[in-house]
Structures are given as structure tokens and as C-alpha cells.
């Protein structure tokens, strides 16, 4: 399987309603503060406008979108992070006791050892309650996104009844002809259009990837208009993590 494959199968993916895919809870895992609202700002608000409860974890800290930044030394920068992450939230419906941060270190998300045990046990602990646990892609081309989504594979097998999905954040800039493992993936494309301005208000609170607010790395990270707008449609796509 290509990547062009597996983007193209997302055309023929049932659209479903929020309401019809998320029954009792919802648990977002992001890799990094700003991956939730890319990948599922609108399902996130759609939940909360039905009353259901949302918990987001973030996995890492954050710390390494600007690494050559004076003004914003890693400890700064992911205070910054973390308080955008708060603000993402509340825009979004979700209160404040319920998002979470394991701050591990960006970059360097691990996926065995006690460190990993420990985020594995917490977002299992989190996950308590929830139908549906989401989590970056498998093939995200980032290093972050792929140990999150073992990281939240394992917990959710210490889960009763909860299902696990992927979201694509980087996976849809991949090239066509890059080769994946595995078979075309299965999966359904939520009707998120009514919850676009929330999501668009989740998106704009990370000032510090959308925004030249950190302009002392030239190299640093920035959500471009263009990989901005890859998230701006009235469906968001989640993958079955058993296809």
C-alpha cells in the first residue's frame, strides 16, 4: 500500500454523525499540544455540545518546535505550550480538569522503559469511561505521532469496550508513492461543518505554530495557511487502528 493509496480510500469512508460514532466518551491523545485541534477540534466540540465528556492528554511537552529560540528556552516554551493547550480546550467545550499533560520530551517520545509504562498506565487511567480513544495516525511521519499511537494502542488494551482510532495530522502530507505497511485502511469520515468556527478558534490559540509570536528561530516550526487549510473541511477522517 501506498500513501496515495490510503488517503484516496478515505473518499469512500461512510460519513457518519458525531453522535452516532461517540456514544459515552471520548479520550484524545496528541502528541504535541495543537495535533488535537488539527486532527479532532471538530468532533471534540460536537461532544461537548451533546453533553459528553471529553479528556485530552498531550504526550509530550511541546518544548522542541523552536530548539534555536533565546526568547523562548525550552522550559519557556513549554509553559507557552501548555497554556495555549488550556486555551485550545476551553475554546472547544473542554474544561480544565480534564485536560492532561504527561510531558515527556518532544521529539523523544519513548515506547518502552518506565517512562513509557508510566504514560501507558495513565492513559489507560484516563481512558476510563470513554467509548472511543483517538490518536495520531500510525504512519504520521513524525516520531512523536507514531510512539503516541503505541503508546495508546497498548492502554487501550487495558480498556473494556473502548475503541481505538487514528487521526492523520502529517500523514496528509505524505508523498503518493510512499510505501506503508499493511493493508487499505477502514475507517469513517465524521460531519464536523457546524463545529468549524469552534475548531478554527482551537486552532488559532496555539499562537506558537501559527503565528510569528516566536521570532527569534528563523528555522523553527510554523503551521503554514496551506497545512492549516488540510484541516479546515466539513469532515474529519479517523482510521480503525485494527485495519
Not at 484516496?8 to 471520548?26: K, N, Q, S, T, Y
Not at 486555551?87 to 510531558?103: K, N, P
Not at 499511537?149 to 495530522?169: C, H, N
Request: aromatic share 6%; proline share 9%; net charge negative.
Amino acid at each position: 500500500m501506498t500513501a496515495g493509496e490510503a488517503l484516496r480510500a478515505i473518499e469512500d469512508f461512510p460519513v457518519v454523525e458525531p453522535a452516532a460514532f461517540v456514544r459515552r466518551g471520548l479520550l484524545v491523545v496528541a502528541p504535541h499540544p495543537d495535533d488535537e485541534s488539527l486532527g479532532c477540534g471538530g468532533l471534540i466540540a460536537a461532544c461537548r455540545s451533546d453533553g459528553l465528556p471529553v479528556t485530552i492528554v498531550f504526550v509530550s511537552d511541546g518544548a522542541g518546535s523552536h530548539p534555536h529560540s533565546r526568547a523562548f528556552p525550552p522550559p519557556r516554551l513549554a509553559a507557552l505550550r501548555r497554556e495555549e493547550a488550556m486555551a485550545a480546550a476551553q475554546r472547544l467545550g473542554v474544561e480544565e480538569s480534564r485536560v492532561h499533560f504527561i510531558d515527556l520530551p518532544d521529539r523523544e517520545v519513548p515506547t518502552r522503559g518506565p517512562l513509557a509504562e508510566e504514560a501507558i498506565a495513565r492513559i489507560a487511567g484516563l481512558g476510563e469511561g470513554a467509548d472511543v480513544v483517538l490518536v495520531s495516525w500510525r504512519h504520521d511521519p513524525h516520531c512523536d505521532h507514531q510512539a503516541s499511537f503505541e503508546l495508546a494502542r497498548q492502554a487501550v488494551r487495558r480498556l473494556d469496550g473502548a475503541r481505538l482510532f487514528e487521526y492523520p495530522v502529517w500523514g496528509l502530507t505524505l508523498s503518493p508513492l510512499e510505501p506503508l505497511d499493511g493493508p487499505a485502511p477502514k475507517g469513517c469520515r465524521v460531519e464536523i461543518e457546524a463545529f468549524l468556527p469552534a475548531k478554527r478558534r482551537a486552532i488559532a490559540a496555539h499562537a506558537s505554530q501559527t503565528t510569528n509570536l516566536i521570532h527569534d528561530d528563523p528555522k523553527g516550526f510554523r503551521l503554514t495557511p496551506s497545512l492549516i487549510a488540510l484541516f479546515d473541511t466539513r469532515f474529519e477522517t479517523y482510521f480503525e487502528a485494527g485495519a
